[in-house]
Each structure stands twice: as C-alpha cells, then as structure tokens.
C-alpha cells in the first residue's frame, strides 16, 4: 500500500551538483533516478520539477546587473538542461520519460498542458516538467505549485539535503528542533522558508500539501511513499 497515488516532487538545481559544487554530478544524479525509479516501480505516477541554480540564477543575474526579465529566461533554459539530465538518467535506469516544459523547445521538449501531462502519468511516465512557469518573475517552487495544482497530484513532496522543517537552520543551530506537521498558518506565522511566498499562497488556497524531505537519504522516497514518518508535511 502507498499513502500517494500521484506526487510532483521538487528537487533544486543545486542538489545535482553533488560535492562538485557546480554543475551536475552524475552520481547524485543516477541516485536520484534509482529513487524514482523504486516509487514508480510501486506503481506511483511522479512529475518532478527541477531548478536551474547549479547553472544559472536569474535573481543572481539581476544583482550583478542583468535585465530581470533577461535573466528569468536564461534560469528557465537551465531548467531545461537539468531536466534533461534527469530525463536521460531515468531511462538509463529503463523508466519511460515524457519531458514537457513551460518553454516549448522543438525537438527537446513540448509544451507544457494539464491534458499532456496527465495522459503520460496515466500510462506510467514519469512527466518532467521544464522552464517554470514559462513567464519571468516565478520561481520554480512556484512552478511546482501550479504543477502539483494542474495535475490534481497527491502532495508536493520537496527534496532537499536536511530532513524535514526546523526552528533554525539545524547546519547552523544543533539546538534547531524538528517539526513533524505543521499547519500553512503555523509556518507563515512562525517565517518558515519552506517555498517563496507565492508558491506558498497557492498551496495554502489549494488545498495542496508539502512535505519536505532528505532526498540524499537513499530509500527515503520510498519511505514517504509508503506511509513512514519521513521530513515535515505542512498541510
């Protein structure tokens, strides 16, 4: 038995970097494919959204006096080479792949639709989806919000390198205490960073679940999957 049928799962750009510090690292990224591989083969139907900040950052780009808008696209192309990356490292590991992308490339990837990506799901695919939200001032926790959203997913499952939400940052405070659950009111009244506050908003409206998760744990997605207390699930 698994407690979500259907996941869109988070990851950031620069978990791909590995201990390289930049770029991506093909071993965390075979990794990665070998843990969504174990939840597809569970019979779970995954959409993962990846960000582009081991390559390039549009804010990063703004503060060094790059036009905003300018800035935002080249982030969003990043996107698209990292999930590219975890495209070719799913079907490596054999797992059929449809990339789509809020930036339609032709011949990499199509435009990103509800109707395309939910079709894919149904048949097993794991749907990557690529360049944000397609438009500038998003970041990509906001397009995994209007993602999870549009493909009526489960929960937003957030992988990141701690295990769940903190009082404090626990690499910096080893007094930091852990939260199981949390409610949306509990984390913005307390200032939690868990998404930027659009992505927030429009999970908090809609009703979608986050939870927040050690993805370098190997077998942790499949732990989550299955029911097992793993990260903080704001609800």
Do not use: H, W
Not at 133 to 153: C, K, M
Not at 156 to 165: A, E, M, Q, W
Not at 201 to 228: A, D, S, W
């Amino acid at each position: 038995m698994v407690k979500y049928n259907r996941v869109l799962l988070k990851l950031s750009g620069e978990a791909l970097e590995g201990t390289q510090g930049y770029g991506i690292d093909p071993g965390r990224l075979a990794d990665y494919a070998l843990e969504v591989k174990s939840v597809v083969d569970e019979g779970v139907q995954v959409a993962i959204v990846i960000g582009g900040g081991n390559i390039f950052r549009g804010l990063a780009g703004t503060s060094d006096g790059m036009d905003r808008v300018q800035g935002d696209y080249m982030g969003m192309l990043a996107t698209v080479i990292n999930s590219m990356a975890i495209q070719a490292a799913l079907e490596k590991q054999g797992v059929a792949v449809k990339l789509l992308s809020g930036l339609a490339i032709d011949p990499i990837c199509e435009e990103m639709s509800r109707r395309k990506a939910i079709e894919n799901l149904t048949k097993g695919k794991v749907v990557v989806i690529a360049g944000g939200t397609g438009n500038p001032y998003f970041t990509t926790d906001s397009a995994s919000a209007l993602r999870a959203i549009e493909i009526q997913a489960d929960a937003i499952l957030k992988g990141t390198r701690v295990d769940g939400v903190y009082t404090a940052d626990p690499e910096k405070d080893p007094a930091a205490v852990k939260y199981n659950t949390l409610t949306f009111g509990e984390a913005y009244e307390k200032g939690l960073k868990i998404m930027d506050l659009t992505a927030f908003t429009l999970c908090r409206e809609n009703n979608m679940p986050i939870v927040v998760f050690n993805m370098n744990q190997p077998g942790n997605l499949l732990k989550l999957i299955r029911g097992e207390e793993i990260g903080t699930v704001v609800s």
